[in-house]
């Protein structure tokens, strides 16, 4: 079992900037990639951005050029470092872990942070 904890979500002016953390706990040796996904209100959850455990990334096109995921290993946690928001980013951003032999989104997901970026 793995446990994923977000923070870093809150309010800011387009062009600003914030960081998300998810930090993970439990089995942590059984998860191949973790990843951001974000839903806004009447929209389905989709991909922003995943690091596999090789350290491979991987942006949806929205998004790249803006936004930075990143691992520490020694912290157990991954971020997200979001520059030049836009209105549209506006969403909940959830923590995805997917572990060995699963796909991309499924097995664990933690509680979701809010960002808002105001025009």
């Known amino acids: 079992q793995v446990r994923l904890v977000e923070s870093g979500g809150g309010l800011v002016q387009a062009g600003g900037s914030l960081r998300l953390s998810c930090e993970l706990s439990?089995?942590?040796?059984?998860?191949?990639?973790v990843g951001w996904y974000r839903q806004a209100p009447g929209n389905q959850r989709a991909l922003v951005a995943f690091?596999?455990?090789?350290?491979?990334?991987n942006y949806a096109g929205s998004v790249k050029g803006r936004f930075t995921i990143s691992r520490d290993n020694a912290k157990n946690t991954v971020y997200l470092q979001m520059n030049n928001l836009k209105p549209e980013d506006t969403a909940v951003y959830y923590c995805?872990?997917?572990?060995?032999?699963?796909?991309?989104?499924?097995?664990?997901w933690g509680q979701g942070t809010q960002v808002t970026v105001s025009s």
């Open positions: 995805n872990a997917a572990r060995y032999g699963s796909d991309l989104g499924s097995d664990y």
């Open positions: 439990g089995s942590i040796f059984s998860i191949k990639a």
């Open positions: 690091i596999t455990a090789e350290r491979n990334t």
